[in-house]
Every structure is written in C-alpha cells, then in structure tokens.
C-alpha cells in the first residue's frame, strides 16, 4: 500500500518542495502524464462535495441505530453479561471477563452519566427494564453514537486512501445499512467500541503513511502514535483487537523491509531508527495505554465481588470486604478439614468402596480404598492434617506451614492418603490414589506429602480459604490432581483423583474449604481463636495484570460449549445463519442479527474478484505481458492489498479457535471487506490512479479522488448497487428492530433456508 505524501519539485526550482500525494511510486509517476489541471473553484466544489455527504452519511447512520432504539425495553442477547458488568462498575464490586475492561468501563461510564444506580442485574434476557427504572435507552445510546460514527470513518479512510467520492460512498453504505452493525451497534454490547476504534486505527495508518516521505516530522509522529493509540483501543475492547495489530504490522514490517533496501541509498542507521521509532509508536506506546486500562479497573473495582473466586487469594485479600480477608484462619496440626479442587471446585473424597481388580483395558488395580472427588459436602470429605515431626503441645508450634510433611487422615474410615507407583483407573500415565492403614509401617513413606502454598514465602501459615496450595508426594514427587472426567458406576460416576507427574500443572492446586473441628475434636466454630482486624492487603499491578491476562486467555479459550446459534467461519461471508437476540411470542416479534445479505455477498464477491485479478496479473506477468499499468498495480497491491490482508488477519484466526463462535465475531473483518469491495468496483469502473496536477501553475497536493472522474455509466452502476444495498436493507429491518410480522412475511424474510426465524407460518402441500 502507497499512500504517502511526496516532496516533489515546483517547476525547475530545486529549492521549492511541496507535498504531493502519490500512489504509484517516483518510478510510475515518471510513466505517466499529469492530469489535467483542475481550477481551484473545481477543487473547492469537489471538497464541498465530499463534505456534504460525508455530514449526510453521519445523519444517517444515527437515524438508522436510533430508530425505536428503546424497543424492546427488555434484555437482548448479551446485554446479560454486559450490562450486568456496567452495573458492577457503578456499584465497584470486582467481576471477572474473558475481555478486556475498556469497552465495559465506556459502558459502565455511559450508565453513571444517564443516572443508572447498578442495582439492576440483568439476569436474564427478558427482563423488563421499565419496571426496574432503569435507564437503558441512554446507556444504548452510547453504543448506538460510537456505531454510527464508524459510518463516516470508513468514508474518510477511502477518501484518504485517494477513492473518488461515490466509490467511498460505496464502502461506507456497506457498512451504514447492514442490519447486522445496526444490530449489534445499538445495544449495551462491545462491538460498537470494537468496531469504532479498528476503524480508527486504519485511517490512522493510512494518514501515517501519507507522511512516510516527511519522516519524523511532528504530523508524521501525530499520526504514528494515534495509531498506536487506536491500537491500544481496539485491544481493550476485546482480545481479538491483537488482530487488527498484526494487520497494521504486517504493513509496517511490509514498509521496513522497503526502507532496508541498500538500493534506496540510505544507511543501515537509517532502518535503525525508523524501526526503533515504529516499536515506540506502535509498541511501547499501546502497551503502555493497555496497562492504564486495567489499572484504572482494578482502581473502581475495590469491593469483592462475583469475580472473586476466579482469581488467586492473594488477588482477593486486596478486595475490601473478601470472605478470604474476613475468615481466613490459620490450619493447625490435628485439625479437620474439608480440600476443594481449585478448577472443579470439587471436594477430596473417599468411601469404603474398593477400586474393582480390574478395570475395562483390562489393567490390574492396587484394590485399594477408593479417593475420589465429589461435588456435595459430607462427612466423607473430612481430612485430618497430622504431623510427621514433633510438634509442642500448644502455640504457634502446632501451625502447619509452607513446605510442612504432613500426612492425611481419613475421618470416616481412619485411613491416610497414599499414593504410589500404581497406574490409575482412567489415566495409566498417572499414579493411583488411595488410603492405607496407619498400622501399615511398610507403607508410611507413601502416606508423606509436602504442603506447597502458592506464592508463598519460607514459614508462612497454611490458612483455610486464603491460600491454593499443592500437595506433592515425597517418595514420587507427584502431585495430587483430579479432572473432569467421571470414574464408571463402580465408584458411582464421581471424579477421578490420580498423582500428576507435571508439577507445573496449573490446575492441580487445591484450597481449604472449611475447618471442620479443632484436635480435640470439638467444633472449630468453638474454638477460642484470637482474630485481630485485618487490612486490605496491597499487591503489585503488575502481578494482578499478569493474573488477569493469563486468566482470561484461559477462559477464553474453555468456551468450548455448545450453544443454538454458534457458527462456523466458513458461514460468515454468505451470512449463511444468524443469530435470534430476543423474542416476544405474544407480539411475534423478534430481533434476528443477521447482514444485509446482497451487501455481505458484494463483499464477498469483490474479496474473489480481487484475488482473482491478482493471480491473472501475475500469471500474466510471468509470461511477458503486463495487462494492468504500473500505477494501477501499484495500488491494487498497495492499498487493497492492506485492505485485503486487514479482512484476512480478522477471518482465517477464527479457523484456529475451538471456542463458541459466532457470527457478530465477523463484523471487524465486515468492514475490511468493504474497503476492499469499493477498492474492486473502483479498478473495475475507473481503473485510473491519482497523478499530481498543475493548479496555476504550480504542482501540488490535491484532495484525494478530484483527478478520478467517473463516467455515467459507472456512476449508474454504483446508484444500482446503493439502490439493492437500502432495498435489503429495508426489507430486512423488521428482523433489526423486532418489529411485528406475520406468519407469511416472516417466511418472505427467510431469505435462505438455512435461517432459523421464529415464527415462520406452516406451509400447507398441494397434492
């Protein structure tokens, strides 16, 4: 992509530079003449031009996101989770997300402006929003401004990329009457601050690059760093905004293996510093923008809240008000307790039940007491911590600590955990569990294990609740784990618990649930504890960010269930299936997101055209011929090529996820594609590139698209296309905004099979 202004020449004056936008490169331009010159009345009416419609195009988009925006005035689709997060801002209770908080926080911005009090919970879609009072068209209308707003962004990256004015009108009524934008831009969602700040960033870098021959200039670093930070924007919205920073560094990488070149003339400290000052704009700077985000959301959200138990105790004791802060007590020896599994949240086990001889492969057991994990709280979940050393009769002395052996006692069956070089029922790389009998000497070795406290220091106190810890076995090093996955009906469908021989694992920490009774046996609640008031405890950002992000990626990447309208990849471009956000069966209304189909179709096509035209150049070239101009080329490569590349960054990622997917996960990669649809009609219908033109004489820098005039011809073609874009557009609209519709004019809307409208009247079968 060349999208840069250039120093040339006024006349014969080698003193005189003035900044022309070129697009084909020195080379190309020496190949062509220079259009003809325009008069500056010409320029003015041209600029006018632009600006009328991209002021009406704005008007537009507002109409079309505002229109009934308070139906309904219930709950829709993701507003569950999303307006729920708002509400836990207002209220500054600690929740957890697979996203980052930015997008959430405007969200949550947005409410406290319009008067919202938090104490909403958006529980489930449905809920009436007017009986609760609250103000949910404000907070909608927030996301509705930003949607709108990416309308005339798309306009101005075209226009700024050099496209005549119906060609960017084009691409931005691609984007203006898609149902499925409006639908997902006009609720309390994510996308709308998703969408708006990609957009952002790939103006910005087209305006970057327009600078790349007044380097480090101060427009040059303006345009840099805003970059940056609509980078940084559009990745704390979501994780997926990593995927428009590849696209724009694919470009910059694209730039700097062109400035390396030796044939260029320049020295190697020349590459040197224009890489060091992209990694600044582009990296350092983004990263640090990503960082305030969270530290301003770890900032509002002080109070405990539902997100708690996601995170580590150490999280959580900086949270006013946390069950850890204000019930954690110290474990000591000969005390019961109950030990949950820290991801399954299920309790360690054992009955009196024997594991069978042998199991389905046919493997032989150890016979031994079965361990198990179970989800219900019993007294056959009761441990006792028993010492391996001497211990004083009272005091500190009796408290269990970090690194402590210690060996654990079954309550119910008067038995110690044990595990030993016995392959397990479902796992034979991992040990069996079970339970031996304290009279058994010889197996006393096996019933040691070491007390590894997460991020704990030498000598800190095992505590109930506020600690996940680790249970590793001392002759075998193994470490106490259980999974998902159930046992058969002989030990009654409960969970398997086995020795994993990766102590790295994450997911074999465990937690104390509950002190059940002290030594003596005597309740624990009994117990005369000494409790004094405790703080909330300080930890360094960076170790919650840290926390945070490794968290997230997990859970991001578990949503692997099932759900009714989840789709695949291949689906999206054809808008192939949709998504039903919300129904009234007393109205027969219903909110079905979906794309105006002949403009994700235009989109779709223009992606194969341009690939298309792509390969046959090449083929072309490779056998001595050169159908497309220099210039032409030069563009086409250039500029749709990043277009191009921005669609394939936001599409073919998704192919790799094994998580829920869904179609509003294609919307970034939407609104690349239309760039590129506008870029392909304009090759198609124009085929001219911008040149550098004579206004009184002197040569200078022209808005973009005033030299490319389009024919009548094409200028009709283009009105067809907007002509079917608003027609599907308004037929469609029932589904955007839930109004009501018959039996039959749902099916009229059906307009593929593979759509699934509630709704639908019965087609009666004539013999």
């Not at 190309?28 to 991209?54: G, N, V």
């Not at 907070?139 to 960017?168: D, H, K, L, N």
């Not at 009906?489 to 997911?507: H, I, L, P, S």
Request: with cysteine.
């Amino acid at each position: 992509m060349s999208l840069a202004p250039r120093k040339r020449r006024v006349g014969n004056d080698p003193a005189s530079t003035l900044p022309v936008r070129s697009y084909s490169g020195a080379e190309d331009e020496k190949r062509h003449s220079p259009r003809p010159a325009l008069s500056p009345p010409t320029l003015r009416s041209e600029q006018i031009l632009s600006w009328s419609i991209a002021t009406g195009l704005t008007i537009l988009a507002f109409i079309v996101r505002f229109y009934r925006i308070g139906h309904p005035d219930q709950v829709v689709f993701d507003e569950v989770h999303f307006g729920s997060f708002a509400s836990h801002y207002i209220r500054r209770e600690y929740y957890f997300d697979v996203h980052p908080p930015l997008a959430k926080m405007l969200n949550g911005l947005a409410a406290w402006v319009v008067g919202f009090d938090g104490n909403f919970g958006f529980e489930q879609i449905g809920d009436n929003y007017t009986e609760h009072g609250v103000p949910y068209v404000g907070m909608r209308s927030f996301c509705a401004i930003m949607g709108s707003i990416t309308v005339p962004i798309v306009y101005a990256t075209m226009r700024e990329s050099g496209y005549p004015v119906a060609i960017a009108l084009l691409s931005a009524a691609l984007v203006l009457f898609d149902n499925g934008h409006i639908t997902q831009t006009r609720l309390i969602l994510l996308d709308a601050a998703l969408v708006l700040f990609m957009a952002l960033s790939l103006l910005s870098y087209v305006k970057f690059h327009q600078y790349r021959y007044q380097e480090f200039t101060r427009m040059w670093w303006f345009w840099l760093l805003s970059t940056g930070f609509w980078l940084a924007c559009t990745l704390g919205c979501k994780m997926v905004g990593l995927l428009t920073f590849l696209s724009v560094g694919a470009a910059v990488l694209w730039d700097l293996w062109g400035i390396l070149d030796i044939k260029k003339g320049h020295p190697i400290s020349y590459f040197y510093r224009h890489f060091a000052y992209r990694a600044v704009g582009l990296i350092l700077v983004p990263f640090m923008i990503y960082l305030s985000f969270f530290w301003i959301h770890f900032k509002i959200l002080k109070f405990s809240g539902p997100g708690d138990t996601f995170m580590s105790p150490q999280f959580q004791e900086t949270l006013q008000g946390n069950e850890l802060l204000l019930n954690a007590q110290e474990i000591r020896y000969y005390d019961t307790l109950t030990l949950r599994h820290k991801d399954t949240k299920q309790y360690l086990h054992s009955h009196p039940d024997k594991y069978p001889l042998r199991y389905e492969d046919g493997r032989i057991s150890s016979q031994g007491q079965q361990v198990t994990c179970y989800p219900h709280n019993d007294t056959n979940n009761h441990w006792q911590v028993l010492p391996t050393k001497e211990i004083p009769e009272t005091g500190r002395g009796r408290v269990v600590r970090h690194n402590d052996v210690i060996q654990l006692l079954h309550v119910n069956t008067q038995t110690l955990l044990l595990t030993h070089d016995v392959a397990s029922p479902l796992m034979p790389t991992n040990q069996e569990v079970t339970t031996v009998s304290p009279q058994d000497d010889d197996r006393k070795n096996d019933t040691m294990f070491k007390v590894a406290i997460t991020d704990a220091h030498e000598g800190e106190p095992w505590k109930s609740l506020a600690g996940h810890f680790k249970l590793i076995h001392i002759p075998t090093k193994v470490v106490l784990w259980t999974h998902p996955e159930a046992l058969p009906e002989w030990a009654y469908r409960q969970q398997e618990v086995n020795g994993n021989k990766n102590q790295q694992d994450r997911t074999t920490s465990w937690f104390v649930d509950d002190i059940i009774a002290d030594g003596t046996g005597n309740d624990f609640r009994n117990r005369t504890v000494h409790v004094e008031p405790k703080q909330v405890k300080k930890r360094a950002f960076i170790k919650k960010f840290t926390e945070l992000q490794i968290l997230m990626l997990q859970h991001n990447a578990g949503l692997t269930s099932s759900h009714p309208y989840a789709s695949t990849p291949i689906e999206w471009p054809f808008c192939l299936s949709g998504i039903s956000f919300w129904t009234d069966n007393s109205t027969n209304q219903q909110i079905y997101m979906i794309g105006n189909l002949i403009g994700w179709w235009i989109c779709a096509v223009a992606l194969s055209v341009f690939v298309g035209i792509i390969a046959a150049d090449m083929l072309a070239r490779r056998r001595g011929l050169d159908p497309i101009e220099d210039g032409i080329r030069n563009r086409l490569y250039r500029n749709t090529g990043f277009f191009l590349g921005t669609w394939a960054f936001h599409y073919f990622p998704f192919y790799l996820m094994n998580r829920q997917r869904f179609l509003h996960h294609y919307l970034p990669a939407h609104l690349a594609s239309a760039l590129v649809a506008g870029s392909v009609v304009n090759f198609i219908l124009v085929e001219a590139v911008n040149y550098p033109v004579s206004v009184a004489g002197v040569r200078t820098r022209l808005r973009p698209a005033v030299r490319a005039k389009l024919s009548g011809p094409a200028c009709g073609v283009i009105a067809g296309l907007l002509a079917l874009i608003i027609g599907v557009f308004i037929f469609l609209s029932p589904l955007t905004y839930g109004a009501t519709l018959t039996g039959d004019e749902v099916n009229r809307r059906k307009l593929l099979s593979s759509w699934t409208l509630h709704f639908e009247a019965k087609k009666t079968h004539k013999d």
